[in-house]
């Protein structure tokens, strides 16, 4: 399931970096035709071209994250022969509003590892130590991940508001940042949908620790 998510996400990174490297040479090409006829300094040109290479080499390594992330989910597939091309975004689970407390997944894992016979092996100790640590360290990683949700929720909404604002301006011929603007919410789709991703990983491993079905989701997970 990881790498499948892997695979969406460097697409979806690809084609952020991608709208953001054409804004970046649009300006760029523009203070170039402009500083032809004085009106640009040339400093300000080579500043607007530095911008437009880092977009270009974020673009690069963003492709080149597309091979690599489609050959590590071949090979937990078990086929290396060929690399995945398109994949389809799955339908997230829904996730709960609140976390659960960690005595209750603690008795949830301890049922389920008695179930299974599971501390009938040798150092059963050490086996519960290391079940609740994982389970600590994915609750307090899904407390991050929802503050980071929160935060990136924020950040989209302004940048929604931000688009229709360039859009409307543009539309006027007052401003021509409507391409900056898409870039800016396209990224924070992107940056949105990294944290889905996590947080749906992080409940995914809680739930095979204490026993419940990994993917609950109306349509088939990954």
């Known amino acids: 399931m990881e790498r499948y998510f892997d695979v969406l996400l460097a697409d979806q990174s690809f084609a952020a970096d991608s709208e953001a490297m054409a804004v970046a040479y649009v300006q760029f090409d523009r203070a170039r035709a402009r500083a032809e006829l004085g009106q640009f300094s040339e400093l300000r040109v080579l500043e607007l071209e530095a911008i437009y290479q880092k977009y270009l080499h974020r673009r690069t390594a963003s492709q080149i994250a597309q091979q690599q992330t489609r050959a590590l989910l071949a090979v937990s597939l078990g086929d290396i022969g060929e690399l995945p091309r398109d994949l389809a975004a799955p339908s997230l689970p829904p996730l709960p509003e609140t976390l659960p407390e960690f005595d209750e997944l603690r008795a949830k894992a301890s049922a389920e590892f008695e179930r299974h016979g599971a501390l009938v092996q040798a150092g059963p100790a050490r086996i519960v130590r290391e079940r609740d640590q994982q389970l600590m360290e994915l609750l307090l990683r899904l407390e991050l991940l929802d503050a980071a949700w929160r935060r990136v929720g924020a950040e989209s909404a302004r ?31 992107f940056d949105e949908q990294r944290i889905d991703y996590c947080r ?16 609950i989701s109306a349509n088939e997970g990954p």
């Not at 539309?171 to 789709?189: N, P």
């Not at 749906?200 to 993917?215: D, K, M, T």
Request: charged share 25%; no cysteine; net charge negative.
């Open 159 to 189: 940048n929604d508001l931000k688009l229709d604002q360039s859009r409307t301006l543009y539309e006027q011929e007052v401003t021509a940042d409507l391409g900056y603007s898409m870039s800016q919410q396209t990224r924070s789709r």
């Open 200 to 215: 749906a990983l992080a409940w995914a491993e809680i739930q095979a620790l204490v026993g419940e079905p990994v993917w």
